[in-house]
């Protein structure tokens, strides 16, 4: 039944762009360079349809604290965000998740895929107070 209401939503939002598309496709004309404007506008579209369609799919799998968890973790890396998202959607898709998952289940999950990918290495900073002294001397 939410799978029906989401293709209701989806149908209602796709209406609703392409009626906000016909209404400033008009303004072109028959310009040549007009046709790659437009076809742009169609790419730039379906982006957003796809992000909107990820948004609404991690939406249905994270509880809220997991789901902000995982907007702290873009912030810092982008990369291993993106990552988890596409594992996550990935895992409903093919019907792997049971229910929603929690903070701690996404902790349980970004360590497994940082060991499986290898991108648990921990940095280390190392200062050389020989060369940070010398400089505060010439002062």
Same mark, same amino acid.
């Given at each position: 039944? =939410? ?11 796709m ?11 008009? =303004?072109?004309?028959? =310009? ?5 404007g ?26 809220q604290?997991?789901?902000?968890r ?6 810092a890396?982008?990369?291993?965000a993106?990552m988890?998202?596409? =594992? ?20 349980s ?24 002294a ?6």
């Amino acid at each position: 039944m =939410a799978d029906s209401d989401l293709d209701a939503i989806r149908q209602a939002r796709m209406a609703e762009l392409q009626q906000q598309m016909g209404g400033g496709g008009g =303004a072109p004309g028959g =310009a040549p360079g007009g046709g790659m404007g437009q076809q742009q506008e169609q790419q730039q579209e379906q982006m957003k349809q796809q992000e909107e369609m990820r948004h609404s799919i991690l939406t249905q799998v994270l509880d809220q604290q997991a789901r902000a968890r995982l907007n702290t973790i873009a912030l810092a890396k982008p990369d291993k965000a993106k990552m988890m998202e596409n =594992a996550l959607i990935q895992m409903a898709r093919s019907g792997q998740l049971q229910g929603k998952i929690g903070e701690e289940q996404l902790k349980s999950l970004l360590e497994r895929m940082n060991t499986e990918t290898g991108m648990n290495k921990k940095t280390t900073v190392s200062f050389d107070r020989r060369r940070a002294a010398l400089d505060s001397d010439s002062d």
